[in-house]
């Protein structure tokens, strides 16, 4: 089975701190993104990777920033964490032969 | 730029009940199509997706779509639910030839009752 697994569950952290959203895959997938997911709004696409040191913003990046040193991890950074940050982070890589994206279980993100 | 309608946020329905979850989507090229489903404190995991081929996908747990392309239309459906299809599903769209990039709907929330 597929595994994605996502360094916290629960993430409590205050204005102004830097914060690292790390997530591993074992699948040795080429290609992994980033969402957040709130309410109402689905999921929206923060950043994507198609390969090591390869990045590639989404639909909502300000903010945010990526790293991708090793092909099986891909971290998501928030630079100075601000309460509208406050939400579901999701991490995802994708199968492309059978263009299935497998998720990690989320960081349930807080900013106070 | 593609963009995906999910038309009812929240779906009550009964236990042995059918169910169908809308899904519209528009795009000036070819797309394919998915239905994920979360399962409450998980991640998504994939029901069913349209590539190629017949319109009418089957996927796990019953569930099945139907891709109609003169209406742009993804429309989920399981005739006889059960309480453990409590969850929230996603509609989603990659466009052919562009990556793995997905866009998603807003979500569908299903609340099965006994």
């Known amino acids: 089975d597929v595994k994605v697994t996502q360094s916290s569950r629960y993430l409590v952290k205050r204005t102004g701190e830097k914060v690292f959203l790390e997530c591993v895959q074992d699948m040795d997938h080429e290609n992994m993104f980033w969402y957040r997911q709130d309410p109402g709004l689905g999921l929206r696409l923060i950043y994507f990777s198609y390969d090591v040191k390869m990045k590639e913003k989404g639909d909502i990046p300000e903010g945010y920033s990526v790293s991708r040193e090793k092909k099986e991890r891909f971290s998501l950074i928030l630079e100075s964490a601000s309460t509208n940050q406050t939400s579901m982070y999701l991490c995802a890589s994708t199968d492309s032969y059978t263009d299935t994206q497998y998720f990690g279980p989320g960081t349930r993100l807080t900013v106070l | 730029a593609q963009s995906v309608t999910q038309l009812d946020s929240q779906v009550p329905v009964f236990e042995e009940a059918p169910v169908e979850l809308r899904c519209n989507y528009s795009s000036s090229v070819s797309v394919y199509l998915f239905w994920y489903v979360q399962y409450p404190n998980q991640g998504l995991q994939l029901l069913l997706k349209?590539?190629?081929?017949?319109?009418l996908v089957k996927g796990i747990n019953g569930f099945e779509a139907e891709f109609n392309k003169s209406q742009t239309s993804f429309h989920l459906r399981k005739p006889s639910v059960h309480i453990s299809d409590t969850a929230e599903y996603f509609c989603?769209?990659?466009?052919?030839?562009?990556?793995?990039?997905?866009?998603f709907g807003g979500g569908t929330r299903v609340l099965v009752k006994p």
């Open positions: 989603a769209v990659r466009i052919k030839a562009a990556g793995n990039k997905l866009t």
């Open positions: 349209y590539l190629s081929g017949s319109t």
